[in-house]
């Protein structure tokens, strides 16, 4: 039997170059992820060359698998789709299936074969099915090993490389557009909204916290819109940099945060749209700037956005604390105080301002009488000392300021109709 297989390896060698032509085009047409351009179809060739000659050589010579080497091509072509992002589940079907396509040549070879005695076919047969798949099992495995170490390499590689050009880009460096976006994976151009996504202390599981942040930022790019480019940069475990890259018209709206999943301990910050790579830049400040406001005034809200009421301002002033805290309260007087029924007039008069001291409306948006809304702007403007008309900006800037760095329990409610308790219309 072993004469046999021996003899008929030879055979198959003879027609080596046609086996491996065959279990290519076998592969081609099966696996759509292994083909690619030119070089890539080139590399597929000579690794299947290279497996069906040794396999050949294998069983016409009795080498054992300890004393094979595997084919170069077959190393290089596993390198190859793993730089790709080619599964490694897809490699390994390759191998099953050029084995598949290689035994049915064999079969043919053998019961065809005029000189095997008919005794010896099966047996013949099956030694060679199990030559051949013990061959398939010893390279699977050592491909595998090759595509996981080049995956894990490239992938350190170009997040190194990608994580530069992001530092370079914010240094302020004029980047090479083209070079910059082969690195990045991520469009220079257009409008960009950055991102700034990081953790709350309370994360019970810190590991792959990667994977966390960018699909929380994928999730928020899904909510504003459909196959928006994003861009993940990781900062440390704890913050991850993002960008998405929106259309020259999008505007933040509120609500967004309710069209996003992030995870209950993610918690993001986001600029506002800004157009180039100047644009890149300044909305990343802003996001940074942001969540300092978030981190100082210890919001639990998903996000917050730079275009949220009064965010651009209070997140200038968050850079100096103290100073912030002392012009707040100089400007609101005994409305700072940390009472509920000054929680309430804090919270009608920023509503007051954003409907344009419109009674009316006011009352509309907190769904409460108009004699209410009066008579809490009147006991808000005692407690200023001076009218709204007279100093509107600084005390939509204070009553804003206040709300985001020093009184936390508004960042869950902002908006919400407060309870009415005495006083005319049952106000305080």
Same mark, same amino acid.
């Given at each position: 039997m072993r004469r046999e297989i021996a003899r008929l390896a030879a055979?198959?060698?003879?027609?080596? #170059?046609?086996?491996a032509q065959e279990v290519h085009d076998f592969l081609a047409g099966r696996i759509d992820e292994i083909g690619g351009e030119a070089s890539l179809i080139d590399l597929l060739h000579a690794s299947v060359e290279g497996n069906v000659e040794t396999i050949i050589h294998?069983?016409?010579?009795?080498?054992? $698998?300890?004393?094979? %080497?595997? #084919?170069?091509?077959?190393?290089?072509?596993?390198?190859?789709?793993?730089q790709r992002g080619t599964s490694v589940t897809a490699l390994i079907r390759a191998y099953r299936l050029g084995q598949q396509q290689l035994l049915h040549s064999a079969y043919a070879l053998v019961t065809h074969d005029p000189h095997l005695p008919a005794h010896l076919v099966s047996a013949?047969?099956?030694? $060679?099915?199990?030559?051949?798949?013990?061959?398939?099992?010893?390279?699977?495995e050592r491909v595998a090993e090759v595509y996981e170490q080049e995956r894990e390499s490239w $992938?350190?590689?170009?997040?190194?490389?990608?994580?530069?050009?992001?530092?370079?880009i914010l240094d302020g460096e004029t980047p090479d557009h083209a070079e910059a976006e082969r690195i990045l994976g991520y469009p220079l151009t257009g409008t960009h909204v950055g991102v700034i996504a990081w953790l709350t202390g309370t994360d019970p599981s810190p590991s792959d916290q990667l994977s966390r942040f960018t699909g929380a930022i994928r999730g928020l790019a899904s909510g504003m819109?459909?196959?928006?480019?994003?861009?993940?940069?990781?900062?440390?475990?704890?913050?991850?940099?993002?960008?998405?890259?929106? #259309?020259?018209?999008?505007?933040?709206?509120?609500?967004? %945060? %309710?069209?996003?999943?992030?995870?209950?301990?993610?918690? $993001?910050?986001?600029?506002?749209?800004?157009a180039g790579v100047a644009g890149f830049r300044l909305t990343h400040q802003e996001a940074l700037r942001v969540q300092r406001?978030?981190?100082?005034?210890?919001?639990?809200? #998903?996000?917050?956005?730079?275009?949220?009421?009064g965010m651009a301002v209070t997140a200038l002033l968050s850079h100096d604390l103290e100073a912030a805290r002392s012009w707040v309260r100089s400007v609101l007087g005994g409305l700072a105080e940390g009472t509920e029924a000054r929680s309430r007039q804090r919270e009608t008069l920023r509503e007051f301002f954003r409907h344009d001291l419109s009674y009316t409306?006011?009352?509309?948006?907190?769904?409460?009488?108009?004699?209410?809304?009066?008579?809490?702007?009147?006991?808000?403007?005692?407690?200023?000392?001076?009218?709204?008309?007279?100093?509107?900006?600084?005390?939509e800037a204070a009553l804003h300021a206040h709300r985001l760095l020093f009184d936390p329990r508004q960042q869950a409610h902002h908006g919400a109709a407060a309870q009415d308790a005495g006083g005319p219309h049952g106000e305080d």
């Open positions: 055979e198959m060698g003879s027609h080596a #170059p046609r086996l294998a069983l016409r010579h009795r080498i054992s $698998l300890d004393n094979l %080497e595997p #084919p170069t091509a077959a190393f290089e072509y596993a390198r190859r789709l793993a013949v047969y099956q030694q $060679l099915v199990q030559e051949v798949s013990e061959y398939i099992d010893w390279i699977s $992938l350190a590689n170009r997040t190194n490389a990608r994580e530069s050009q992001v530092r370079r819109g459909r196959g928006l480019a994003t861009l993940v940069s990781g900062r440390d475990q704890a913050t991850a940099w993002g960008w998405i890259r929106v #259309p020259e018209s999008w505007e933040h709206t509120t609500g967004l %945060e %309710e069209r996003i999943r992030a995870h209950p301990s993610v918690r $993001l910050a986001i600029g506002s749209p800004h406001v978030c981190t100082i005034g210890a919001s639990t809200n #998903p996000l917050a956005s730079h275009d949220d009421p409306a006011t009352a509309a948006a907190m769904t409460m009488h108009k004699n209410s809304i009066r008579y809490r702007v009147e006991t808000a403007e005692a407690a200023l000392g001076t009218t709204l008309a007279g100093r509107r900006l600084d005390v």
